[in-house]
């Protein structure tokens, strides 16, 4: 197999879950958490792989 032909089955496959997602969900930009949000308020969610337990 070439490199073109396993590019674009890479391509294909990376467009195929985009679309998948955006067929199961279509984006809600008023539900979505703001980028960059130093100074909101905003509590941080989620957590951080680096961190160490108590």
Do not use: K, N, T, W
């Not at 990376?14 to 679309?19: D, R, S, W, Y």
């Not at 998948?20 to 980028?35: K, V």
């Not at 909101?40 to 108590?54: E, R, T, Y």
């Amino acid at each position: 197999m070439s490199r073109r032909i396993i590019a674009l089955a890479a391509m294909a496959f990376a467009v195929g879950i985009v679309a998948l997602d955006m067929a199961a969900s279509p984006p809600d930009p008023y539900a979505a958490p703001s980028p960059i949000a130093y100074g909101s308020g905003q509590a941080q969610s989620g957590g951080f792989c680096g961190a160490l337990p108590d």
